[in-house]
C-alpha cells in the first residue's frame, strides 16, 4: 500500500490549502484515511480522520470547525480543507490509513495512534 502526498509548502495565515492523498496498492477498500501532524519539539496530533464506509469524520480539537476531511472514492484519495490557518498549525502533516478492528485513530494525550500504513510526510508552513 502506497500513499502519495502532493509535497506542501507555505501558507499564510488565514490561507486555505487542500492538501491530497491516494492511496494505491490496496486488494481492499481501506476502512479508514486520515491526517496527524507533528510540530518540532511538540508531541503528534491527530487532525482528522474519515470512516470510509459510514463517511463519518473525527477531528483533533485543534482544528474542530476550521479544517475538513473529505474522500473522492473513485481516486481512492482523501482531501484536507485547511481554512483560517494559524501560525500554530505549522507542522509535517502525514496521511495515514487502515485501522484494525478496535484501533484508535488517535489517543489525545499520548500521540498514539494505530493507522497501519503511511505516507510520506509534507511540510506546512504557516507565516503572518
Known amino acids: 500500500v502506497h500513499l502519495a502526498v502532493p509535497g506542501g509548502g507555505s501558507a499564510q495565515a488565514g490561507g486555505s490549502p487542500r492538501p491530497s492523498c491516494a492511496a494505491s496498492?490496496?486488494?481492499?477498500?481501506?476502512?479508514?484515511m486520515g491526517w496527524l501532524r507533528q510540530a518540532p519539539g511538540k508531541e503528534r496530533e491527530g487532525v482528522a480522520v474519515i470512516f470510509t464506509e459510514t463517511v463519518s469524520t473525527e477531528y483533533g480539537d485543534a482544528v474542530k470547525g476550521r479544517f475538513t476531511i473529505t474522500q473522492d472514492n473513485a481516486k481512492n484519495t482523501v482531501y484536507l480543507q485547511m481554512n483560517s490557518l494559524r501560525s500554530e498549525d505549522t507542522a509535517m502533516y502525514y496521511c495515514?490509513?487502515?485501522?484494525?478492528?478496535?484501533?484508535?485513530?488517535?489517543?489525545?494525550?499520548?500521540?498514539?495512534?494505530?493507522?497501519?500504513?503511511w505516507g510520506q510526510g509534507t511540510q506546512v508552513t504557516v507565516s503572518s
Open positions: 496498492g490496496y486488494s481492499y477498500s481501506s476502512n479508514s
Open positions: 495515514a490509513a487502515d485501522l484494525p478492528d478496535d484501533g484508535s485513530w488517535y489517543v489525545p494525550g499520548t500521540g498514539g495512534t494505530d493507522f497501519i500504513y
